[in-house]
């Protein structure tokens, strides 16, 4: 039972266009969700979060987009660069001291 | 050390054989936690341990799977038994106190198995 869902598998952008990854989730329980990021043999690490009290939060050229009412949350970035390459996971988490569930990850990959 | 340490960073196994793998969290982290890394499978919640005890282990795949946490500091995760499947990269991180109270965690390169 995968209780959040990402979208798409994997991305190619151009050079300063913008990247765009969708989850959604079920549990309405849920009252965190991050970003991670990940690059070839390192382990992820946090890029941006968001708690569902607000609908945008932006850093820098990351910024999530956050829809309650349709379970759902996005992160954009823009001007996408070749170092933005690496493989992003979206994250809940749920009530109390529950581990974060992950999606399945995103493979970005920016091309100039 | 100043990040997760995880040991060994390759191990490459038997059938059959047991392997255990390490975590040294950062220091003053009380919360350690354990996922496991599959192609196209992301990352999936293994065990999580506050201090010494583990308030949830329901992620691990089957009995041949433990965990301990020792000195409310390093882990050892063991697979008994290994099988084919069990082939994958383990990630380990921690956290001050726990998801609950600042949302994120900081993970360990990990450890990649495989199981021949």
Request: proline residues 5%; charged residues 20%; hydrophobic residues 30%.
């Amino acid at each position: 039972q995968q209780q959040v869902k990402q979208s798409p598998q994997s991305l190619i952008v151009q050079k300063g266009g913008i990247s765009i990854i969708n989850c959604a989730y079920e549990n309405t329980a849920f009252d965190y969700f991050p970003w991670y990021q990940q690059f070839p043999g390192k382990g992820p690490a946090l890029l941006i979060a968001i708690r569902p009290d607000v609908s945008e939060k932006k850093e820098g050229r990351f910024t999530i987009s956050f829809n309650k009412s349709a379970k759902q949350f996005s992160l954009h970035i823009m001007d996408s660069q070749p170092g933005d390459s690496a493989t992003y996971f979206c994250a809940a988490r749920g009530e109390g001291n529950t581990p974060l569930v992950f999606g399945k990850g995103t493979r970005l990959s920016v091309i100039a | 050390g100043a990040g997760v340490s995880q040991s060994p960073s390759n191990k490459v196994t038997e059938k059959g054989k047991d392997v255990e793998l390490r975590c040294d969290p950062i220091s003053g982290h009380t919360a350690l936690y354990w996922y496991r890394q599959s192609l196209g499978q992301g990352l999936e919640f293994l065990i999580y341990f506050q201090g010494n005890s583990a308030p949830d282990k329901s992620g691990l795949p089957s009995d041949r799977f433990s965990a301990e946490r020792t000195g409310g500091s390093v882990s050892t995760l063991t697979i008994q038994r290994t099988q084919q499947e069990d082939s994958a990269v383990y990630l380990c991180a921690s956290s001050p106190g726990g998801t609950f109270i600042t949302g994120e965690l900081f993970f360990g390169e990990g450890s990649r198995l495989t199981v021949l």
